[in-house]
């Protein structure tokens, strides 16, 4: 049974940092690339950043890139998302998603029913 755990999330002030982690577990983690979504309120879930399963390939929204940063540790089964400069629009629920096709740099663009395999969510809070 695959699983994804999320953790870290939690409240902060504007310009303030967080980092999120997804464990996983049910699957060869380091075989397949990853990503994290985010959904706030009333609003539909949203492409954050991608990881190819090496690490080598990265890939952001436009609107986190240059303060965020995704990164993957395979000898623990752990996907990050480091949070800088944290802004009020980052606020939603943050989700990992287990990538089965492998194809990072089109998760921009996927519809999320390619993806079958979520975590539970993190909530991020972000205060002005």
């Known amino acids: 049974q695959v699983q994804l755990v999320e953790s870290g999330g939690g409240l902060v002030q504007a310009g303030g940092s967080l980092r999120l982690s997804c464990v996983v577990s049910?699957?060869?983690?380091?075989?397949?690339?990853m990503g994290w979504f985010r959904q706030a309120p009333g609003k539909e879930r949203q492409f954050v950043a991608a990881?190819?399963?090496?690490?080598?390939?990265?890939y952001y929204a436009d609107s986190v890139k240059g303060r965020f940063t995704i990164s993957r540790d395979n000898a623990k089964n752990t996907l990050y998302l480091q949070m800088n400069s944290l802004k009020p629009e980052d606020t939603a629920v943050y989700y990992c998603?287990?990538?089965?096709?492998?194809?990072?740099?089109?998760?921009?663009?996927?519809?999320?029913?390619?993806?079958?395999?979520w975590g539970q969510g993190t909530q991020v809070t972000v205060s002005s």
């Open positions: 998603v287990l990538d089965d096709s492998n194809t990072p740099r089109a998760m921009v663009s996927r519809p999320l029913a390619d993806f079958g395999y």
């Open positions: 990881i190819s399963w090496g690490g080598m390939g990265r």
């Open positions: 049910g699957r060869t983690f380091r075989s397949y690339a």
